[in-house]
């Protein structure tokens, strides 16, 4: 439970126990199954709730699916975030950027494939999600960029369009990794992909210390 369960009630906290439950038990069939063969009665299984605390807390399975994707876009953004913030200079910042995102997926494989793979092509709403998905974790990059530009560690450019096509470089490193099940891909393209990004905003390797004395 989060810090923000001490002020509930003992009955507020055994039903924000119980959706808990639920939502992980959602997170484990969904990734095993996909988003059309994951069934209401398998997370009821696997939670080991009911079918009435189930539809208590969520209306149906798109809805806990939504919630899902919406609650691991908040986690991952929310470790990226972290992991920038603790470095100096525009390298060192990227290099933490890719090794939370990185070893987020790495370790959490089901987290990858429900945000990357199982929610494209579901549908309108699953494409609304999707798109709401990607600006948040794109907020964080050009969160950043507008930080490098601020501290003269990059020159200005449209820090929108290069958070979109840095993200867009990321999903298809890990899209790769999760339809190859190569194991040290992303060890691998870490490096070239660090570099890769940075020359995109005008960082290369000489001028790498003078953003990091600046950051």
């Not at 199954?33 to 299984?45: L, M, N, S």
């Not at 605390?53 to 991952?76: G, T």
């Not at 309108?124 to 490098?148: M, N, P, T, W």
């Not at 891909?185 to 070239?192: I, M, Q, V, Y």
């Amino acid at each position: 439970m989060g810090d923000g369960d001490a002020g509930l009630t003992r009955t507020e906290r055994r039903k924000e126990e119980t959706r808990r439950k639920i939502l992980d038990a959602a997170l484990e069939v969904f990734a095993e199954r996909g988003y059309h063969e994951a069934i209401v009665d398998e997370i009821v299984r696997v939670s080991r709730t009911s079918k009435g605390a189930f539809y208590f807390h969520f209306p149906s399975k798109q809805d806990i699916y939504l919630k899902l994707v919406d609650e691991l876009i908040d986690r991952l953004a929310r470790r990226v975030e972290a992991a920038i913030g603790r470095e100096r200079g525009a390298a060192a910042k990227v290099d933490a950027a890719l090794a939370t995102v990185f070893e987020s997926f790495a370790s959490h494989q089901q987290l990858a494939r429900i945000l990357l793979l199982d929610v494209v092509g579901l549908g309108r709403a699953f494409d609304h999600k999707l798109v709401e998905a990607r600006a948040s974790l794109a907020g964080v990059i050009r969160c950043y960029l507008d930080q490098a530009i601020a501290e003269g560690s990059i020159a200005p450019l449209d820090t929108e369009i290069a958070a979109y096509a840095w993200l867009g470089a990321i999903d298809e490193v890990v899209v790769r990794w999760l339809h190859t099940g190569e194991a040290s891909l992303l060890d691998r393209a870490r490096p070239a992909l660090r570099e890769l990004l940075l020359r995109s905003v005008g960082v290369t390797r000489g001028n790498e210390q003078d953003g990091q004395d600046r950051g």
